[in-house]
C-alpha cells in the first residue's frame, strides 16, 4: 500500500463549497491537509451556507472565508487570514468558475466579461497573489475542462476561458519551477455536479453516447486525480493538463 499523507499541509480551494470544489476539499482534508474553503457569499447566504456546512463536516483543520476571486484587496485578505490561522500555503487549487451559455450570435458582453473575469482571470490574480503565502515545493493545480480542447457549442466564452487556463499553467510551471513549484492542469469530461446538471438533458445524451466509458465522471473520481497532483507521487509532473473524461476525445 502506498498512501498520501499530507498531514501537516495547507491546502486553499477556490469555489470550494460545491461541485468538484467540495469533493476536493474533502478528499484533500481526508488526506490530512488543513483545508480553507473559499466562497462567494450572494444575497441569500447561499456560498456561506454551502460552505460552512462543509467546514462542519470537517471539524478540526478547516476554514471557511468569503473572498471574491476577482478582487485583488478580498484575495489579499484570505491569503492573510489563511497565514495567520494555518501558516503558509502548500496546495492551492484553482476552482471557481460560472457559465453562462450562448451562442456567438446571441452573446452579450456580459456573458463574456463575467465568463472570462471569473474562469480565467481570477486564475491568474489568485495565484499572482498567494505567491508570497506559499511553500517552496508548493502544488498549484488549476480546474480546465474538456470545454476548453473541444469547444462546445455555445461555449465560446467557458472554452476559451478554460482553454487560457491552459495556457497559462505551462507558463506558470515555468516561472515558478525555480521554487519547485509544480503546476498543472486537471481537464475532466462532464461531472454531474450542479453544474454538469445545468446541461439540457438532450445535449447530455448527446454527450454521453460519444464517452467510450459510456458514462459521465464523478467528483471523486476528479478529486482522486487532484490529490494525486498535490502528493510527492507526482514530484515530477509540471506543465501538464491531465484529461479525465472516460476516453471522450482520447
Not at 470544489?21 to 473559499?38: C, P
Not at 456567438?104 to 503565502?133: C, G, H, R, Y
Not at 438533458?201 to 473520481?221: N, V, Y
Request: hydrophobic fraction near 45%; aromatic fraction near 6%.
Amino acid at each position: 500500500m502506498i498512501p498520501i499523507d499530507l498531514t501537516d499541509k495547507v491546502a486553499v480551494i477556490t469555489g470550494g463549497g460545491q461541485g468538484l470544489g467540495k469533493a476536493t476539499a474533502q478528499m484533500l482534508h481526508q488526506a490530512g491537509a488543513s483545508v480553507v474553503i473559499n466562497f462567494l457569499d450572494d444575497a441569500e447566504g447561499t456560498g456561506r451556507r454551502l460552505a460552512d456546512e462543509t467546514v462542519s463536516e470537517f471539524g478540526e483543520r478547516a476554514l471557511a472565508v468569503d473572498a471574491d476571486v476577482r478582487s485583488r484587496d478580498d484575495l489579499q485578505r484570505m491569503f492573510a487570514r489563511v497565514q495567520s490561522t494555518f501558516g503558509n500555503i502548500d496546495i492551492l487549487v484553482n476552482n471557481a468558475a460560472i457559465l453562462r451559455d450562448r451562442t456567438v450570435k446571441n452573446m452579450a458582453d456580459s456573458d463574456w466579461d463575467s465568463v472570462i473575469e471569473t474562469n480565467l482571470s481570477s486564475v491568474f490574480k489568485v495565484s499572482q497573489t498567494a505567491l508570497p503565502f506559499l511553500n517552496e515545493g508548493a502544488r498549484i493545480v488549476n480546474m480546465a475542462s474538456i470545454s476548453g480542447v473541444m469547444g462546445f457549442f455555445g461555449q465560446a466564452n467557458y472554452a476559451s476561458a478554460k482553454a487560457g487556463v491552459i495556457a497559462l499553467t505551462k507558463v506558470l510551471s515555468k516561472e515558478l519551477a525555480g521554487r519547485r513549484i509544480n503546476v498543472n492542469a486537471v481537464a475532466p469530461g462532464v461531472v454531474l455536479t450542479e453544474m454538469g446538471k445545468s446541461i439540457p438533458e438532450q445535449a447530455r445524451q448527446h454527450m454521453l453516447a460519444q464517452i467510450p466509458l459510456r458514462r459521465f465522471g464523478e467528483p471523486t473520481e476528479i478529486a482522486s486525480t487532484i490529490l494525486f497532483l498535490c502528493s510527492d507521487l507526482s514530484s515530477y509532473i509540471t506543465g501538464q493538463t491531465l484529461h479525465v473524461n472516460g476516453g471522450w476525445w482520447a
